[in-house]
């Protein structure tokens, strides 16, 4: 399978980390966006009808420089998602960083007693903190400019801060729920920085979160982030190992690259095992692992993993993987009739149809069918391939380090949103 194994890591520069194959929607975003000339309106609202609920948001005037962020906060309290996401992207980093810095001038900490002055404070705070990720993961992929990004970042992270001088005042049932959202808050910017390519920054943020034993879904979630960090990870040849090599891992052949890489799988197999004591059946978690085994050819592992994947009615992409994970399996045994079916059942998901067929045209070589796999290649100019708006590939999230369920974390966070 293309770029499936580890022993075809490609090196790619540091903050470019974002899909080790391109997929198609973000090869398409990132010729669009930056190597045309286009006005930033129009980038601005390509990113929101690609990534974003646009609603409302489209004919919505521009709030005023300096109300941009208070605007936005107070769009998504009335429920207005992608208002205040397109209030956001119209504002430049200056702007952003002006009207939240006055936001969070006005919205001080009340007195002790005024119980809801402190209320909305708290709250304005919270979704200060939030609404930066909630539009960070979602555009992933480098789409903004960097300026953009560091200045929301920034934004979230002072909100973050702010939201110190809410917790624990009372000792209450509100304090608590600060406490988990920072505590949550944390664990959707660690997503963030793991789907942007940033993973030199992981370690040291996932070290700051301490979720209590007591909350298994904040520690399940903390490992399989660290699981799906050092795996995306290790595919890079660039990346593997730390700090604490001491020669360029791009410069040694790819035999010299395979031990550490496959290191880095094990330590990440271990971090989707103990999400799977916390929090067993996680068909995410199960997936990873099962990729682990693959990697490290434990096939017997890996399709014991793979088997209750396999039986559910497959409509999305965790089953679709599945079932492309286990055409591998059975390749990997000289099946070869088995493997072309379990193939052919992961090209009827349209998240995995893509790399499927590249599977089933591989596997046609391998036994002498060239015909057979050029005959596959007429599929890639469907009518239905070729429509508009087509799901990314799924192998291609995979290894960018995505989430399947990519706004898990993000629902903690919203759960914890004072009332």
């Known amino acids: 399978m293309?770029?499936?194994?580890?022993?075809?890591?490609?090196?790619?520069?540091?903050?470019?980390?974002?899909?080790?194959g391109c997929a198609y929607r973000r090869a398409l975003l990132a010729s669009w966006t930056t190597r045309t000339?286009?006005?930033?309106?129009?980038?601005?609202?390509?990113?929101?009808?690609?990534?974003?609920?646009?609603?409302?948001?489209?004919?919505?005037?521009?709030?005023?420089?300096?109300?941009?962020?208070?605007?936005a906060v107070d769009q998504y309290l009335a429920g207005d998602r992608s208002g205040a996401g397109a209030t956001l992207l119209h504002a430049t980093p200056p702007a952003l960083f002006e009207s939240s810095r006055r936001a969070f001038e006005q919205w001080r900490a009340g007195p002790a007693?005024?119980?809801?002055?402190?209320?909305?404070?708290?709250?304005?705070?919270?979704?200060?903190?939030?609404?930066?990720?909630?539009?960070?993961?979602a555009v992933t992929g480098r789409a903004l400019a960097t300026e953009h990004e560091v200045a929301l970042e920034n934004a979230a992270r002072e909100a973050w801060q702010r939201l110190?001088?809410?917790?624990?005042?009372?000792?209450?049932?509100?304090?608590?729920?600060?406490?988990?959202?920072?505590?949550?808050?944390?664990?959707?910017?660690?997503?963030?920085?793991?789907?942007?390519?940033?993973?030199?920054?992981?370690?040291?943020?996932?070290?700051?979160?301490h979720p209590p034993e007591d909350d298994a879904e904040a520690v399940a979630a903390l490992a399989l982030l660290r699981g799906v960090a050092l795996e995306t990870r290790a595919r890079l040849a660039d990346e593997v190992p730390t700090g604490?090599?001491?020669?360029?891992?791009?410069?040694?052949?790819?035999?010299?690259?395979?031990?550490?890489?496959?290191?880095?799988?094990?330590?990440?197999?271990?971090?989707y095992r103990r999400a799977l004591e916390l929090k067993p059946g996680d068909r995410e978690a199960t997936l990873r692992l099962a990729r682990v085994a693959?990697?490290?050819?434990?096939?017997?592992?890996?399709?014991?993993?793979?088997?209750?994947?396999?039986?559910?009615?497959?409509?999305?992409?965790?089953c679709g993987l599945a079932h492309l994970f286990a055409g591998e399996?059975?390749?990997?045994?000289?099946?070869?009739?088995?493997?072309?079916?379990?193939?052919?059942?992961?090209?009827?998901?349209?998240?995995?149809?893509?790399?499927?067929?590249?599977?089933?045209?591989?596997?046609?070589?391998?036994?002498?069918?060239?015909?057979?796999?050029?005959?596959?290649?007429?599929?890639?100019?469907?009518?239905?391939?070729l429509a508009p708006r087509q799901p990314p590939d799924a192998w291609n999230l995979y290894t960018a380090g995505r989430l399947f369920e990519g706004d898990r974390i993000l629902t903690h966070l919203m759960a914890t949103v004072v009332k």
């Not at 930033?40 to 300096?66: C, E, K, M």
């Not at 693959?294 to 409509?315: G, T, V």
């Not at 591989?362 to 015909?371: E, K």
């Open 37 to 71: 000339q286009w006005s930033r309106g129009w980038r601005i609202w390509f990113i929101l009808l690609v990534f974003w609920p646009v609603g409302g948001a489209v004919g919505q005037p521009a709030a005023p420089p300096d109300q941009a962020w208070q605007t």
């Open 164 to 209: 110190d001088a809410f917790d624990g005042q009372d000792g209450g049932a509100a304090s608590a729920q600060v406490r988990q959202f920072r505590r949550w808050w944390r664990l959707a910017f660690v997503q963030h920085l793991i789907a942007s390519g940033r993973f030199r920054d992981v370690p040291r943020e996932a070290a700051s979160v």
């Open 113 to 137: 007693g005024d119980a809801e002055a402190r209320r909305i404070a708290t709250r304005r705070f919270q979704v200060s903190a939030l609404l930066p990720l909630d539009l960070l993961i």
């Open 244 to 271: 604490s090599a001491a020669v360029n891992m791009r410069r040694l052949p790819v035999a010299s690259r395979t031990a550490p890489m496959l290191i880095a799988m094990d330590d990440a197999g271990k971090q």
């Open 329 to 385: 399996v059975y390749e990997g045994r000289k099946d070869m009739e088995r493997a072309s079916g379990s193939y052919a059942r992961a090209s009827a998901v349209p998240a995995v149809r893509h790399s499927a067929l590249v599977a089933m045209m591989q596997a046609a070589m391998r036994r002498g069918s060239a015909g057979g796999a050029y005959d596959l290649t007429r599929q890639f100019a469907t009518p239905v391939a």
């Open 2 to 20: 293309t770029s499936i194994t580890i022993a075809h890591a490609i090196a790619l520069p540091e903050g470019r980390q974002d899909g080790l």
């Open 294 to 318: 693959i990697e490290r050819n434990r096939l017997d592992d890996a399709e014991r993993l793979l088997s209750p994947l396999l039986l559910q009615a497959c409509r999305d992409a965790v």
